[in-house]
RNA sequence: GUGGGCGUGGCGAAGCGGUCAACGCACCGGAUUGUGGCUCCGGCACUCGUGGGUUCGAAUCCCAUCGCUCACCCCA
């Protein structure tokens, strides 16, 4: 074992890996513009408050997952534990809302949070994500949740089911919260300890609670998805009917709350069985008061996020998995000491006009030199020796027909671009 | 933060108190002259995550510690 470890929590993603990985972020991008979404980059960290405000100060990610520190000047700056924040800062910040009246954005990168892994959930782990400021339409509701269907589909996810709920505005949720605790309190003493403190501080979870769910009066308890005010109502129902009209089918799942503050009327979760304990691949939900908590605009929002790695993992449970191909078009191989500095010249000329090549640097024998050829899946080997060098020419060998032929080298680099090409 | 499982060569994995720590894969070399994928032969862990203890003797038992992993809270 090494010395030296990675830090808990993180992962080298490794060559062979990283084709998958950028196969899926090539599609996603790609897709998003479909959608037409830009994208939009913001910094990996952030002054804390941008957090604390944005995400909210009593979820668990602010209140024990940030990694927080202080830099030289004294500033607290959090590595970025979710994307909306960030993007609501810069859009907020650089006054994007003078443009249009809707902005569709969307983001690909790192995240951190301090917990403790498992399957699907790391320390550092990847999302990719959609934000859409400047509308509260249904429609808008219904495109972000399509998004995130045809998203998973086209990455080869091929059954997930879509839950989902509304969670109300400040003014039907401060409603069911009197209805809540008043129909709560006489059993307050027989809720779970974890309960006992969300009953002050975010009641509507409890509804959620794996332990308390089961609880008779719990179970039976008011949800907010019943009482929402008219405006939350006609939209939750908008929402639905827009949804259907694209087909998509979902699951009302009244007792799905979001972990975030910030999230207003509709929530969403797409879940997968296959990929742990934490089978929550993507979600999101529509965040009305945050921007202008954030010193923006009163303007609506909606968005969502994706975890990469458990995108990964799912698509592992489905048989979707990439692995890289790596294979070099030609392999320069040369012979005794006399043949390096000729090959290292064709070899960089090969490069020059694109074809894929590399060669041995250990000096060993043909014998050795061929299999590693081989190995690499080459196409042709260009090989010299001392006959070649002498003569000014070069063996190139087909490699899959086993033909060889010996041509001038001043040829070689138009030989092997006709022959390259002739496969694509 | 809490709980379970596990830590043997590059990878997978046997051994679970007593000769030199199996085996497979990978890797490297060889099977006569400068020609590959198959086959055959050979090489590759003074050491079993780390530290301490028990014992005549420990990879094997005990304790601690670190790491990995799965699960809980919560979440992508």
Redesign the pocket.
């Known amino acids: 074992?090494s010395e030296f470890?990675?830090?808990?929590?993180t992962a080298d993603i490794l060559p062979e890996q990283a084709a998958e990985w950028r196969a899926i972020e090539d599609a996603a991008r790609q897709l998003f513009e479909t959608y037409h979404y830009r994208e939009i980059r913001t910094p990996i960290f952030e002054h804390t408050e941008v957090f604390q405000r944005g995400v909210g100060d009593t979820?668990?990610?602010v209140q024990k997952?940030m990694y927080t520190f202080l830099d030289r000047g004294e500033r607290s700056l959090t590595l970025r534990p979710?994307g909306t924040a960030g993007v609501v800062r810069a859009f907020v910040e650089e006054k994007l809302y003078g443009e249009m009246n809707t902005q569709k954005f969307y983001y690909l990168g790192p995240?951190f949070?301090y917990?403790?892994?498992?399957?699907?959930?790391?320390?550092q782990?990847h999302?990719y994500g959609v934000e859409v400021i400047g509308s509260s339409d249904p429609r808008v509701d219904a495109e972000v949740i399509g998004l995130g269907d045809h998203l998973l589909r086209q990455m080869g996810v091929k059954s997930f089911s879509l839950l989902l709920n509304s969670v109300g505005c400040p003014v039907c949720r401060a409603r069911h919260r009197e209805q809540l605790l008043a129909y709560l309190q006489p059993v307050r003493s027989e809720l779970c300890k974890?309960c006992q403190s969300?009953f002050d501080k975010n009641p509507l979870?409890i509804l959620?609670?794996?332990?308390d769910r089961d609880h008779p009066v719990v179970a039976s308890a008011p949800k907010i998805t019943d009482a929402l005010c008219e405006d939350c109502a006609r939209q939750f129902s908008q929402v639905q009917t827009y949804l259907d009209e694209m087909g998509i089918s979902y699951e009302i799942d009244k007792t799905m709350?979001?972990?975030?503050d910030y999230y207003t009327q509709t929530a969403f979760?797409f879940v997968e069985g296959s990929i742990?304990?934490?089978?929550?691949?993507?979600?999101g939900g529509r965040y009305n008061g945050l921007i202008q908590m954030l010193g923006g605009p009163d303007l609506p929002g909606i968005g969502f996020?994706?975890?990469v790695?458990?995108l990964i993992l799912a698509r592992a449970a489905h048989g979707a998995t990439q692995v890289g191909q790596d294979r070099v078009d030609v392999f320069v191989l040369a012979?005794g000491e006399i043949a390096t500095k000729p090959a290292a010249r064709l070899l960089h000329e090969l490069r020059s006009v694109g074809i894929k090549a590399d060669s041995d640097y250990?000096g060993?024998?043909?014998?050795?030199q061929?299999?590693?050829?081989?190995?690499l899946g080459a196409r042709y080997?260009v090989?010299l020796?001392?006959?070649?060098v002498a003569a000014g020419q070069v063996?190139v060998?087909?490699?899959?027909?086993?033909e060889?032929v010996t041509i001038e080298q001043s040829e070689l680099v138009s030989y092997l671009s006709e022959q390259v090409s002739l496969r694509f």
Do not use: H
């Not at 959620?208 to 332990?211: A, H, Q, S, V």
């Not at 709350?257 to 975030?260: E, F, H, I, K, M």
């Not at 060993?364 to 050795?368: L, M």
């Open positions: 074992m470890a990675k830090p808990r929590g979820t668990d990610i997952e979710e995240m949070r917990e403790k892994p498992q399957a699907g959930r790391y320390r782990f999302q974890d969300r979870r959620d609670c794996k332990i709350v979001r972990g975030l979760e742990g304990a934490v089978s929550t691949i993507l979600a996020a994706g975890g790695e458990r012979l250990s060993r024998k043909v014998k050795a061929l299999k590693v050829a081989d190995r080997v090989l020796g001392e006959d070649e063996a060998r087909n490699l899959a027909t086993r060889q």
